[in-house]
């Protein structure tokens, strides 16, 4: 239990008593939560739990109707667009994968790739400028083999792998990523785990995930959401064993 | 520097674009001007100023095909900007006609003698110069285009309701063009025209250099397509057109790009319209009707959508059509063209090119297909 306000320096990403509401309805409710740099945190919680949403208003898709959202510990994300946010080093993973269909992975990656965002910037910008990146990036996503294939043709886990490789891409400071293995196999599973875990080597990630086993493997912090609020946070097994928890989540 | 931007990207289908433009240009005002008028070649002058007035409808079509094709904006307003810059030159040409009016004011055009006016409205000062005609081509499209495009697109009015603002702007000028106190002649519009730079209007060497001039501007309109859609700003507008908030988390300004897009294609479907009027002697309040609009989206439909070169094709062909049916049947157009949308939204989604390169894309298909299961013989 946090009794003082804790001191919003040296965090990465700091949401304070944060709450939206859709037409009466509280999808956030006072939503209070630290993520340090560097750090990776796992984020649980039954259906409608606002995890989503919570995504949404750190990335400027929704505004909240109050609190507070600090990137840095001092850059107020509340007052910018999507776009700005995403440049100041925030990367988000939607829960539906969403390449670029008609755009060969390749180009995907490309459009991804941290630099100028300007649309005189693109129009003069020199093909081949950045192949070695790109090439970098394939080949940590394991998707080298399919470079000039059409994203719209790739099947659903390599479609999750190049969002992986595009957010990746963008050099994010910050990486939000929203479950990232809905209707993987259980070998892309691990892969997907193993890929995040070397992503966070480097950065602060937030995951989102259903899959219980997946969150085991990602062996870091939880923090259990619930009716738009934090509801227990510590080990997997530590909120695990939270009688709280188990009713509203684990026990059903 | 420059060189490693423009030239590589100058690619063959924008080469043989614009070889085969060039190559009309000189060759259609030769068949016109030098091969005789018995020859079974000659292209009589009429033929030229239809031809030319395609070349127009079809540079409109690919100003349509930029923002619709590669950004996804449904433009129902192009019409507009056509007009806009037809009544640039318009304006231009009135004031060429000098004291050789019916009421042979020095500087007054006739419509504003016989409205009474005693001197040239100050938004006329200026046109009697090419030059300021020819910015004027550009800039009165452009900056209609980029006030609508940075409240709308700012505000995120996207997709049908986009087309509907569009429309009704159309719709709107419309309305205004038809007044008199507008100062635009009003209903009848801008016509009577003498010359041009110099050069009389219904003299057959000046036709011919008209249709040389739209395929020329045709030629560059393409070529500069070319060269924004194979850019990375292309890449992104696709981007935008099939996922736009997914190219807003990648940090693009998703409105940046819709506002330079937009304003591009207005100022080249300004330069189809100030070419077409020289071509058909008049520009009236009608260009703005919202059906010219439509008209376009359905060539570029029918062309093929997203393929530049489509909407080229569906311009030429549909108004090629439209002067056959016109000419034989004139009342049924209206519900050829109605069917002529619908077939193709259902049959041909992809348009003309559509079909031709899904054509291709089976056979090499095919083709691989019998390689494979072809019998091996060698080896083993
Ligand atoms: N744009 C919206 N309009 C109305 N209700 C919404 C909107 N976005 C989310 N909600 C509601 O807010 C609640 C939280 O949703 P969400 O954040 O998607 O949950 P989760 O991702 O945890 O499953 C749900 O009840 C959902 O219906
Ligand atoms: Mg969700």
């Known amino acids: ?252 | 520097m420059q060189g490693g931007i423009l030239l590589p990207r100058l690619d063959r289908a924008g080469l043989i674009f614009g070889a085969v433009a060039l190559g009309l240009a000189i060759l259609i005002p030769i068949l016109n001007l030098i091969v005789p008028t018995d020859s079974a070649f000659h292209v009589p002058p009429h033929v030229v100023a239809l031809m030319g007035k395609y070349l127009c409808y079809a540079l409109l079509a690919l100003s349509v095909d930029l923002v619709w094709g590669y950004c996804g904006i449904l433009s129902l307003g192009h019409g507009a900007f056509f007009a806009l810059g037809g009544y640039a030159m318009g304006m231009y040409l009135m004031r060429q006609i000098g004291p050789r009016g019916m009421y042979g004011h020095p500087t007054l055009p006739d419509f504003m003698v016989f409205l009474n006016w005693q001197e040239l409205p100050w938004y006329w000062l200026g046109f009697d110069q090419f030059w300021f005609a020819a910015i004027m081509v550009l800039l009165a499209p452009g900056l209609l285009a980029g006030l609508l495009g940075w409240l709308a697109f700012r505000s995120r009015v996207t997709g049908v309701y986009l087309s509907i603002i569009t429309q009704a702007m159309t719709f709107a000028l419309l309305l205004a063009f038809f007044r008199n106190d507008m100062g635009f002649g009003g209903n009848n519009g801008l016509t009577d025209f003498k010359d041009i730079l110099g050069a009389p209007l219904q003299a057959d060497g000046t036709r011919s250099a008209l249709f040389a001039a739209s395929a020329i501007a045709l030629a560059f309109g393409f070529i500069l397509c070319r060269w924004i859609v194979r850019s990375k700003l292309g890449r992104v507008l696709v981007a935008i057109r099939d996922a736009e908030s997914r190219t807003r988390f990648l940090g693009y300004r998703v409105e940046q790009y819709k506002l330079l897009v937009f304003v591009t294609s207005a100022c080249m479907a300004g330069v189809a319209g100030a070419l077409y009027v020289p071509q058909v002697g008049i520009i009236n309040p009608g260009e703005f009707s919202p059906a010219n609009s439509i008209e376009a989206v359905i060539w570029v439909a029918v062309g093929g959508r997203g393929t530049l070169i489509g909407s080229v094709i569906g311009a030429v062909l549909v108004n090629f059509g439209k002067t056959l049916l016109t000419n034989a049947l004139p009342e049924i157009w209206l519900f050829a063209l109605g069917g002529l949308f619908i077939a193709v939204t259902l049959f041909l989604p992809r348009g003309i090119v559509g079909l031709w390169t899904g054509y291709w894309a089976k056979r090499r298909e095919k083709q691989a297909a019998s390689i494979a299961t072809q019998p091996v013989t060698e080896g083993s």
């Open chain 1, 1 to 252: 239990m946090m009794l003082t306000k804790p001191d919003p320096q040296h965090t990465q990403l700091y949401l304070d008593g944060v709450s939206v509401s859709f037409d009466g309805f509280r999808a956030l409710n006072n939503l209070s939560l630290i993520i340090m740099p560097g750090e990776m945190r796992a984020i649980i919680g039954p259906n409608g739990a606002g995890k989503t949403t919570m995504m949404d208003v750190i990335t400027g898709k929704t505004k909240p109707d109050r609190g507070t959202i600090l990137f840095d510990g001092d850059t107020n994300l509340t007052e910018m667009d999507e776009a700005g946010i995403a440049t100041l080093g925030i990367g988000r993973k939607f829960q539906k994968p969403t390449v670029f269909e008609s755009h060969t992975v390749w180009d995907n990656i490309d459009l991804a790739l941290a630099g100028r965002r300007g649309p005189f910037a693109t129009l003069f910008h020199r093909d081949g400028a950045d192949d070695d990146r790109i090439l970098a990036i394939l080949e940590t996503i394991r998707l080298s083999g399919r470079r000039d294939v059409l994203a719209g043709a790739l099947s659903h886990g390599q479609k999750q792998w190049l969002e992986i490789g595009m957010l990746l891409a963008q050099e994010p400071k910050l990486l939000l990523v929203d479950e990232p293995v809905a209707g993987m196999t259980d070998a892309e599973t691990a892969e997907t785990a193993r890929l995040l875990r070397e992503i966070a080597q480097t950065r602060s990630v937030v995951v989102v995930e259903h899959d219980m086993t997946f969150v085991r493997d990602l062996d870091v912090k939880v923090t259990v959401l619930h009716e738009g609020s934090v509801l227990s946070d510590g080990s997997l097994d530590h909120v695990s064993a939270d009688p709280r928890v188990i009713e509203v989540y684990l026990g059903r």
